[in-house]
C-alpha cells in the first residue's frame, strides 16, 4: 500500500519533472511569419522554401469571407486551436443537409456568426445562427433559376460558392445572372443578366471581390460560348467592363499596357489571327474557376478555359487567348500579361485552376511569384509581376508533352499525342480533366509548402469533328478514362514552389477532388471522391485523422471559431461534378458509391460544440453576445 | 439451235437476277425505306405527357405506336451517324450513358421510354435544356435517332407500355463485380517522405531546352522519417 | 499521221490559248506540267502501239498472202523442208527492234512518272479535299490561321502555280479527277491521299468523282476554277470575308429559317460557324452550280433544289425540307443574298 502510495507519487513527480525538461529544451524561436494567436513553437527551419504570403484584405481568423479566404488565394488559416496534438479528436458536431443532390463544390461562408451555406442548382442560399443551438435557418434565398441550364452545364449543376461583400452575398447563378442578397435579411439587393443561357452559356464559378468590385466569369467550354471576365459594381451590380477570351484587342482589354513576356504572345488581334476565319467567336476561354489579386501590384490574376470546339484540327493556330493566364489591372480591366500554358490545347486542359500569390527566392533571388498547378500537368511559378515562367515541372503523371522549353516558355509537344479526327489516341495522360482540375490548393507560410489534391489518371481519346449547333454541345471528344500507373485515381501532395519539386504525397484509391485547408496548428485537410475527409501533419505529410462522411467530397473545406470561442472545420459532402458526371468516361468504379449526396459537416475537438450533448437542446438555447465568465453552462 | 437455246437460258437466267435484285434489301447508299409508313401527324399529337385525366389507366392506342425503323440495322446506323453529327452525344455521352443529358441505355425516363414518346421528346425538346428538333430534322431522321436509342436497349416496348407505366418491370442489380480490392476498408498509407530525387533535373532558365522526363515524379523510396516527439500544449477551448 | 505532226498539232492548239473543250472530261488535251508530259506519253504509247499493230498486221499478211516457191511434189516420202529466206534473222531483228521499243518506252515511262511525282517548286497552296457522298468539302489551308476557310464543290486557284491537295473521304471511297489537270487520285476513309496539279490557262475545268460511290456518284463532279492571281486573291479576299447581314423583311426571315431548318447542317461562315454535315454555303452565290455540279446556280434551280432534293439527286442526304411556299421563297432569297 505504501509502497503503491510512494509509486503513484513517484510517478506523477516524474511526469512533471519530464514535462518540465520537455518545455525547456523545446526552443522556442517564433516561425518566420507569426500570425496572430499562434504560439509559434516551431524550429526555426521549419519553412522550407522561405515563402511569405500576404492575407489581405486581413479578414477577422475566426471567420472566413470567401471562398479562398485572402486575394493571394492562400487558403489558410491562423487558427490553431485544433493541431497536431489534438486533431485526432475530432468529432462531428453538427450537420446540415440542403435538400439538393448534385456535386457540392462550394465551401460555406462565416461571417459575424452566421453561416452562409448555397447549394447546387437550384442555386438556394442558406443563412445559418451559429450563435443558437441546432444553427437554425435564419433565412433562405431562393433565386429561381432557369431550368434550361440544368441541361447546359458540362459538368454538373454546381457552384463553387458565394462571396461576401458590403453586407451583402453575391453569387452567380446557373443561369447566368449574378445576385447580391442582403446578408441580413435574405432579400435580394440586385441582379444582373450576364448572358443567355438558352445559347448554352452558364456561370459556375464563385465572385471575387476587391474593393468596391465584384469580378464573375462564364463557363461554357464545352458549349461555344465566347468567354469572358467582368467586373460588376458590389452596391448596384452594374457592368464595370467586360473582358473577352477572344477577338480584336478591344475586346479582349489589350492595350499599350500590355507587355507578355514571351514573343508568340506579342502582336495585333492574336485573339483572332490564331483562329481560323471566324472561328474565334465560338471559340470559348470561358472564365470559370478563381482569381487572385495582387494590391500592390493592382492587378488580377486568372485562367481562361479550353478553345471550343475540343477537336484541334478544327482550328488550326495558337488559338487565343483560351487556355492562357492573364494578369488584369482591377480597375480599369486592361490587360497587363498574358502567358499561354498551353497553345492550340489539344486536350481540354485549360488554363483556370488558382494563381497563388506568394512571394520567394528562386536561385537566391527573391520573387515576387504566382504558383499555378496546370491541368496539363505541369506546376509553374511565375514571376506575376512580368509573366516570366521561373519553374515548370510536371507534378502528375503526364505523357504528352516531352519537356519544356523555358527559352521560348511552351511545353514541347509529343506528336503521337496529338488526337485527330476518327483515330482512337490511346494511353494519353492527364486525361481532359489533367492532373489537377479547379480543386484548389492551399498554402502555408509556416511550412513554405503548397498542398493539393491531385489526379493520376490517362485517357483513351477518339476526336469526331463537331458542328456548332446553338446550346448543343460544341465538343467532339469521345473519352475514357483510367488510373495512370500506379492504379491510383487520387493523390494529396504537398509541393515545393521553388524548386518545383514533390516534397510527400499519399496516394489514394479513388479521385482526390477536394479543396484544400491548411492551418497554423500545422494540419492540412482534404477529402477523397468515396468519401473520405483527412487530416494530415502538413509538414510530414502523416495522416492524422480520417472519416468517413456520407458522401464523396469535391468540396473545399474551411474553419472557422464559433461564438462558443471553439475552433471548427466545416466540409460539405456531396459527390458529382465532373468525377461521376460522365458515367463512361472514367473508370471511377462508378458503382461503387452512388453519385449524388448533399450534407455540410461540422467538426469539432470531442464534437463538442452547442447542438449535440446531454439533455435536451433546443434551438432556444444559443450563445449571448458575451460568453459567461465561468464554466457551467447547458454548453460543453 | 443449240446457240440460241443457251442464249435464250442466259437471258432467261439474267433477267430473274435482275428481277431478284429489285427485291434485295437496299443498299447503304440508297435512302433507307421505311417497312411501313412513317406515323402520321395526327396519331402523334394525341400522345399525351401524362395520364388522361379521370381515366388514368386508359390505354392510348398512340402509344403503341411502334418505331417503323426498329431493327432496321441500316437506320440504327444512320441514327448514330446522327447522333453524332448533331451533337447528342455531346450531351448524352458517345455510348449514351449520359452527361449533361440523362442516361439513355437505363429504364428510367422522365418522359417516358417508349419509342413514340422518344420520338416527341427529341422533336419537341423538354424544359431542362433539350432541345427541339423537329424544325430541323424531318420525321424520318427523327425515327431513325429513335431507333439508334432503341439499340441501346433503355427503351421500353410498345408491347410492354402498361406494364412500364405502373411500374411492372423488374429491377436491377447494379452492384460491382466481385470487389478484389480490400484496400477499400482499410486506413489509408502512411505517408512516405521523398527526398529531391536526384534523378529530376530542374529547368533552369536561360538554358537550352531542358528535357524533364515525363515520369511520375512519384513517391518514396526513402525511409520513413519519424516525426518529431509532440509537445504538450494548453489546448482546451476556453469557456 | 505521223506522231510528230500530232505533237505540232497538239502544241498549235495550246499555243492559241482556247482551252474550253467539248466534252470537257476529255483528255486527250490537258493544260498542266501534272499530266501533260503523260498525255505525250499516252500519245506515243498509243501512237507506237498502233505503229507495232500495223507493221504486225503487215508481216502477218505478208506471210498469209507471201507467194510459196516451188513446192517439189515430186517425192511424197520426202518432208519438205522449207527454210525461208531471212530466218533467224527476222527472229534476232523482231526481238532486238522489239526490245529497243520497248525499253525506250519503259524508259520514257518512267522519266515522266519521276517527273510528275514532285510539283516542280513548293506548291504555295494546300487544300483539304473531304470527299462525301455526293459532294467536296474544301479546306484551303495557310500559315496564318485566320486565313484558313471552308467552301464546297468549286476549286479555284491561281494559274501557273502548282497546287497541293490533301484528299480523304468522310465515308466511302471516291476518287479525285480532273481530266485536264491531273490523273485521278483515290480518296479513302481514314487515309489521306497527296498529290499536286498545276493550270497553266485560265479557265475552268471540270472534275468528277472516279470511283462508284453510291446511286449519285454520276451527280458528283467538281470544278476547278483557274484564274490570274490578282484574281483568285481577290476570290479568296471575298470568301475570308463576312457576307453583309440580311436587311429586307424578306431576307431577315430567311436568315432565320435558315438559323432553325438548315444550319444544323450547313455553315454560313460570318453567321455562326455551324453544321457540317452538308456544304458550307458560304457566299454560296459565287458558285457556278448547285449540288455538285448537278445544276447551274440560279435562283429558280436554288428554289427547286431545297424544296424537293430527292426528286432531282434521289438518295442524296439532304432530306426534303418540311417548308412552306412562303417560307421556301424567304430562304431562296436570303441565300440569294450570299454573294
Known amino acids: 500500500m505504501r509502497f503503491w502510495r510512494l509509486y503513484k507519487f513517484r510517478r506523477s513527480a516524474a511526469c512533471v519533472c519530464f514535462t518540465l525538461i520537455i518545455a525547456g529544451i523545446s526552443p522556442s524561436i517564433p516561425a518566420q511569419t507569426p500570425a496572430p494567436n499562434s504560439p509559434g513553437n516551431k524550429p526555426e527551419n521549419s519553412n522550407v522554401t522561405g515563402a511569405t504570403l500576404n492575407f489581405a484584405p486581413n479578414d477577422p481568423p475566426g471567420e472566413w469571407r470567401s471562398q479562398a479566404r485572402d486575394y493571394a488565394n492562400t ?543 433546443s434551438e432556444k438555447d444559443g450563445i449571448s453576445e458575451t460568453p459567461p465568465k465561468t464554466g457551467k453552462s447547458n454548453q460543453h | 439451235m443449240r446457240v440460241r437455246s443457251t442464249t435464250f437460258a442466259i437471258g432467261i437466267a439474267a433477267l430473274s437476277l435482275l428481277l431478284g435484285g429489285c427485291k434485295h434489301s437496299q443498299g447503304g447508299s440508297i435512302t433507307t425505306q421505311a417497312v411501313r409508313g412513317l406515323p402520321s401527324e395526327d396519331m402523334i399529337a394525341s400522345v399525351p405527357l401524362g395520364q388522361v385525366a379521370g381515366e388514368p389507366s386508359l390505354s392510348v392506342a398512340a402509344l403503341s405506336i411502334s418505331n417503323p425503323y426498329q431493327g432496321n440495322a441500316q437506320a440504327i446506323q444512320q441514327g448514330k451517324q446522327l447522333y453524332i453529327r448533331m451533337n447528342c452525344a455531346g450531351c448524352h455521352a458517345y455510348n449514351g450513358k449520359g452527361n449533361m443529358g440523362p442516361d439513355l441505355t437505363d429504364a428510367e425516363w422522365r418522359y417516358g421510354g417508349l419509342p413514340i414518346q422518344v420520338y416527341k421528346s427529341i422533336r419537341d425538346g423538354r424544359p431542362q435544356g433539350m432541345p427541339a428538333w423537329g424544325v430541323a430534322l424531318p420525321p424520318k431522321d427523327i425515327w431513325k435517332l429513335v431507333a439508334y436509342i432503341q439499340s441501346l436497349g433503355g427503351t421500353v416496348s410498345p408491347e410492354d407500355y402498361e406494364h412500364a407505366r405502373q411500374g411492372d418491370q423488374p429491377g436491377e442489380q447494379v452492384a460491382p463485380e466481385a470487389q478484389a480490392d480490400a484496400q477499400l476498408a482499410s486506413p489509408p498509407p502512411e505517408a512516405e517522405v521523398s527526398p529531391v530525387p536526384s534523378d529530376q533535373p530542374i529547368a533552369q532558365p536561360g538554358l537550352a531546352p531542358t528535357m524533364i522526363p515525363a515520369t511520375h515524379p512519384g513517391t518514396p523510396v526513402a525511409p520513413k522519417r519519424k516525426t518529431k516527439p509532440a509537445e504538450p500544449k494548453a489546448s482546451e477551448p476556453q469557456p | 499521221m505521223t506522231p510528230c505532226a500530232i505533237f505540232l498539232y497538239v502544241r498549235i492548239m495550246r499555243v492559241s490559248g482556247s482551252v474550253r473543250i467539248e466534252p470537257p472530261m476529255a483528255y486527250h488535251r490537258t493544260f498542266g506540267p501534272a499530266v501533260d508530259s503523260i498525255t505525250r506519253l499516252g500519245w506515243g504509247l498509243g501512237i507506237i502501239s498502233l505503229l507495232v499493230i500495223i507493221i504486225i498486221a503487215l508481216l502477218l499478211l505478208g506471210g498469209i498472202f507471201r507467194k510459196r516457191g516451188v513446192d517439189s511434189a515430186a517425192d511424197p516420202r520426202q518432208l ?165 447581314p440580311p436587311e429586307t423583311e424578306e431576307t431577315l426571315r430567311g436568315a432565320q429559317i435558315f438559323q432553325t431548318h438548315c444550319a444544323v447542317c450547313h455553315t454560313i461562315r460570318g453567321v455562326s460557324p455551324a453544321g457540317l454535315v452538308g456544304p458550307d454555303l458560304s457566299h454560296l452565290m459565287a458558285r457556278h452550280t448547285l449540288a455538285a455540279g448537278l445544276l447551274p446556280n440560279t435562283p429558280g434551280n436554288l428554289a427547286g433544289w431545297i424544296d424537293n432534293p430527292q426528286a432531282l439527286k434521289p438518295g442524296t442526304r439532304m432530306p426534303n425540307p418540311i417548308l412552306s411556299g412562303t417560307e421556301l421563297t424567304a430562304v431562296t432569297s436570303y441565300l440569294n443574298t450570299l454573294h
Not at chain 1, 492574336?270 to 478563381?290: D, E, N, R, Y
Not at chain 1, 488559338?319 to 489591372?329: G, H, K, Q, V
Not at chain 1, 509538414?539 to 464559433?562: A, C, F, H, N
Request: charged fraction near 20%; proline fraction near 7%; charge should be negative.
Open chain 1, 75 to 617: 487558403r489558410y488559416s491562423t487558427l490553431d486551436q485544433i493541431n497536431t496534438d489534438n486533431v485526432a479528436k475530432l468529432r462531428m458536431a453538427w450537420t446540415f443537409s440542403d435538400g439538393t443532390l448534385n456535386g457540392h463544390e462550394a465551401a460555406p461562408l462565416v461571417v459575424d456568426n452566421t453561416m452562409y451555406v448555397v447549394t447546387p442548382f437550384p442555386d438556394i442560399l442558406f443563412a445559418l445562427d451559429l450563435t443558437r443551438a441546432g444553427e437554425p435557418i435564419k433565412w433562405t434565398f431562393k433565386p429561381n433559376p432557369s431550368p434550361i441550364s440544368k441541361g447546359k452545364a458540362c459538368c454538373d449543376t454546381v457552384t463553387r460558392g458565394v462571396a461576401y461583400a458590403n453586407g451583402k452575398l453575391i453569387y452567380n447563378l446557373l443561369d447566368d445572372h449574378t445576385v447580391a442578397v442582403d446578408a441580413k435579411t435574405g432579400k435580394e439587393v440586385w441582379r444582373t443578366k450576364m448572358g443567355n443561357v438558352e445559347t448554352g452559356e452558364t456561370m459556375t464559378m464563385a465572385p471575387f471581390v476587391v474593393g468596391k468590385k465584384v469580378l464573375v466569369g462564364d463557363s461554357g467550354g464545352e458549349m461555344g460560348v465566347w468567354g469572358w471576365i467582368a467586373a460588376l459594381d458590389v452596391d448596384t451590380g452594374k457592368e464595370l467592363w467586360r473582358a473577352y477570351s477572344t477577338g480584336s484587342d478591344k475586346d479582349a482589354r489589350i492595350g499599350a499596357d500590355f507587355k507578355p513576356f514571351y514573343d508568340r504572345l506579342k502582336g495585333k488581334d492574336l485573339g483572332i489571327s490564331t483562329w481560323p476565319a471566324g472561328m474565334w467567336k465560338h471559340g470559348a476561354g470561358s472564365v470559370w474557376a478563381w482569381i487572385s489579386f495582387d494590391p500592390s501590384l493592382n492587378l488580377i490574376y486568372y485562367g481562361t478555359s479550353n478553345p471550343s470546339p475540343r477537336v484541334p484540327d478544327q482550328r488550326p493556330g495558337d488559338n487565343l487567348w483560351t487556355s492562357t493566364i492573364f494578369a488584369r489591372d482591377v480597375d480599369s480591366g486592361m490587360a497587363r500579361w498574358a502567358y499561354q500554358t498551353t497553345p492550340h490545347d489539344r486536350w481540354d486542359y485549360d488554363a483556370v485552376n488558382e494563381d497563388i500569390l506568394m512571394d520567394l527566392a528562386i536561385n537566391g533571388q527573391e520573387r515576387k511569384v504566382l504558383v499555378h498547378f496546370d491541368r496539363n500537368a505541369y506546376a509553374y511559378t511565375i514571376d506575376r509581376a512580368t509573366g516570366e515562367v521561373l519553374k515548370a515541372s510536371p507534378f502528375a503523371y503526364q505523357n504528352w508533352s516531352s519537356g519544356f522549353d523555358m527559352k521560348t516558355g511552351t511545353p514541347i509537344v509529343d506528336p503521337d499525342k496529338e488526337p485527330h479526327p476518327n483515330v482512337k489516341l490511346v494511353n494519353v495522360c492527364p486525361p481532359d480533366i489533367g492532373g489537377k482540375d479547379w480543386q484548389p490548393a492551399a498554402a502555408s507560410p509556416r511550412t513554405g509548402l503548397v498542398y493539393a489534391d491531385i489526379f493520376n489518371i490517362c485517357m483513351d481519346v477518339t476526336d469526331h469533328d463537331a458542328s456548332y449547333i446553338p446550346s448543343s454541345p460544341y465538343d467532339g471528344m469521345d473519352m475514357h478514362r483510367y488510373p495512370a500507373p500506379g492504379g491510383n485515381l487520387g493523390e494529396f501532395m504537398a509541393w515545393n514552389p521553388a524548386t518545383g519539386q514533390k516534397v510527400w504525397s499519399i496516394k489514394e484509391t479513388y479521385m482526390t477532388m477536394s479543396g484544400v485547408l491548411v492551418t497554423a496548428g500545422d494540419v492540412a485537410f482534404y477529402g477523397t471522391a468515396d468519401g473520405w475527409f483527412r487530416a494530415v501533419d502538413a509538414r510530414s505529410g502523416k495522416v492524422l485523422w480520417s472519416q468517413k462522411l456520407g458522401s464523396g467530397i469535391i468540396g473545399q473545406p474551411i474553419t472557422y471559431m464559433g461564438p462558443d470561442h471553439r475552433q471548427y472545420i466545416a466540409i460539405s459532402a456531396g459527390i458529382g461534378g465532373a468525377a461521376t458526371v460522365r458515367a463512361d468516361v472514367i473508370a471511377l468504379r462508378p458503382l461503387d458509391f452512388p453519385a449524388g449526396g448533399n450534407t455540410l459537416y461540422v467538426f469539432s475537438i470531442d464534437g463538442n460544440s452547442m447542438s449535440s450533448g446531454p439533455g435536451q437542446l
Open chain 3, 80 to 244: 519438205t523442208v522449207r527454210r525461208d529466206a531471212g530466218g533467224m534473222a527476222w527472229i534476232y531483228i523482231g526481238v532486238g527492234a522489239s526490245s529497243v521499243v520497248l525499253i525506250g518506252c519503259m524508259i520514257w515511262t518512267l522519266i515522266v512518272t519521276a517527273a510528275v511525282t514532285h510539283p516542280p517548286v513548293a506548291p504555295a497552296l494546300t487544300i483539304q479535299v473531304t470527299a462525301s457522298q455526293w459532294w467536296w468539302s474544301l479546306r484551303y489551308l495557310d500559315d496564318s490561321p485566320s486565313q484558313i476557310f471552308t467552301t464546297a464543290n468549286e476549286i479555284h486557284i491561281p494559274v501557273g502555280q502548282p497546287i497541293r491537295f490533301e484528299l480523304t473521304s468522310a465515308d466511302v471511297m471516291h476518287s479525285f479527277w480532273i481530266p485536264q489537270l491531273a490523273g485521278k487520285m483515290d480518296v479513302i476513309p481514314g487515309q489521306t491521299n497527296v498529290m499536286w496539279l498545276q493550270a497553266d490557262h485560265p479557265g475552268v475545268y471540270r472534275g468528277q468523282c472516279a470511283a462508284f460511290c453510291g446511286p449519285q456518284h454520276a451527280h458528283m463532279a467538281l470544278t476547278i476554277v483557274a484564274e490570274p492571281p490578282e484574281d483568285f486573291l481577290a476570290w479568296k479576299h471575298s470568301q475570308l470575308s463576312d457576307t453583309a
